[in-house]
Every structure is written in C-alpha cells, then in structure tokens.
C-alpha cells in the first residue's frame, strides 16, 4: 500500500491502525513529504509499533503525483504483485480494501473506488462541490472516451504487471490529473480497468489539499489529451 502524507498528524495513527485490521498481511509505505505538523516521525512511531510500515521521508511538499510516483517506483522495486493507493484522512474506508484486492484476484488489472456507480456515494458534501466533482468526471470521461465513471478517485488496487507496463514514472501530471493520467494509460493499453462502489467522506481532521490550480490544471490537461487523441487518431478502448 501506497498512501501520500502531509500535515496528517491526527489520522496517521488510526488511519495505519485501522488497516492492519482490514488487511493484515499488507505492508505500508508511507510517502511523507517533510511535514511540519510531524506526521513523518507519527508514523514512525507506529510503524515500530505496528511492523509491515516503512516511512518514505521527502525533503518537502511537491506534490501529489510526484509522491506517488515516488512510492510505486518503491513497490514495483520490491517485487510487490498487487499495489493499493488511498487517502488517509478516512475518506477512503480500509474496510472497502479487501473488496478492491477480491476484484484484482477475479481478474482485473486495476480496481478503482468509485462513487459514481451504483451503490457509491459523496457523504457530507455541499452541493457544489458534488456537482463540480460530478462534471469533471463525466467530462473527462467523454473527453478521453475512458468507460470510466470515476478517473480522479484515489482509491485503487493495480496489478504490478499492468504498472510496470504504463510506467508511472514517466508521467508528468500532478494533482487529480495524475490520476487520471495513469487510467488513460491503462485503459489505452488495453488493461481490464474495473470499479466497485465506495462512499467517500469529507475528512473530520486536518485540511483538504485540492485547490482551483489544482482542478484547474486536471480540466486543461484533460482537454489537451482529448485534442490530442483526435489529432492523431488515437482512442483509448473502452473498459470493458
């Protein structure tokens, strides 16, 4: 597992907790990008308390899809056949973890956590903000013709074969955008890209990293990929 951090200090610790007792067997790498709230050295703390965590100290804040680049480049190094991605400000339930893992075993090569199918959901959201959500996606997905209902959530499991494939770290996005990147890549390789419903919560501790430089760069990046598929003839094949 995969999970980003900065400024985390209040859910790092039941946030690895609760996942040891979703998923046992998992190990963690924590990707934390110098935090000054002390979130790296929590986990710390709790990864000797814990075993199966290992803390990935940056040297600041740089984002997103650089963190997570940094961190699959870790997974796929060590030799790991399934990698799952997630926030850890319990917007994403370690409980649904087990259903993402059932969905790669059943023959996906990767799952995503979508509130957009039937069964998932967006808890304790204003109206605008579910209706912009809402919109990108469904943009993004006629845009890039992905058959992807949700392509920014961040709760994931990924084949390692199928990583190393689309190789994360050659892209360039940061924000959303990189999420979106990386099931444009799978998806035009070809790879069975599947979701399976969650309901995302707004976080009860610390502050929301998304910003409007943020939606903004993954609405632009979107646009351009699409202009850029027409231009060259190139569309992704659905998900099946």
Not at 169 to 186: D, K, N, P
Not at 203 to 208: A, D, I, Q
Request: no cysteine; glycine share 10%.
């Amino acid at each position: 597992m995969v999970v980003p951090t900065y400024n985390e200090k209040e859910n790092i610790q039941p946030f690895l907790a609760a996942v040891r007792g979703a998923v046992p067997a998992a190990d963690v790498l924590v990707v934390d990008d110098n935090s000054p709230d002390g979130t790296g050295a929590l986990a710390e703390q709790t990864a000797a308390e814990l075993g199966q965590v290992k803390v990935l100290h940056r040297p600041g804040k740089q984002g997103l899809g650089s963190a997570y680049r940094n961190g699959f480049t870790v997974a796929l190094d060590e030799g790991y056949d399934v990698i799952v991605s997630m926030d850890v400000d319990f917007s994403h339930d370690p409980t649904v973890i087990p259903s993402l893992l059932a969905a790669i075993e059943a023959g996906a090569d990767a799952v995503i956590g979508s509130r957009y199918v039937p069964g998932g959901a967006t808890a304790d959201w204003p109206l605008h903000r579910r209706l912009l959500s809402r919109w990108g996606n469904r943009y993004t997905g006629v845009v890039l013709g992905l058959g992807v209902r949700d392509a920014t959530s961040g709760f994931r499991a990924y084949r390692a074969t199928a990583m190393r494939d689309i190789d994360p770290s050659s892209t360039t996005a940061e924000g959303y955008a990189f999420l979106t990147e990386l099931v444009r890549r799978l998806v035009v390789k070809g790879h069975p890209v599947r979701e399976v419903p969650i309901v995302f919560r707004d976080r009860e501790f610390g502050t929301s990293k998304m910003s409007s430089r943020i939606i903004v760069e993954s609405m632009l990046l979107v646009t351009r990929w699409g202009v850029s598929d027409i231009v060259h003839r190139r569309r992704p094949k659905p998900a099946k």
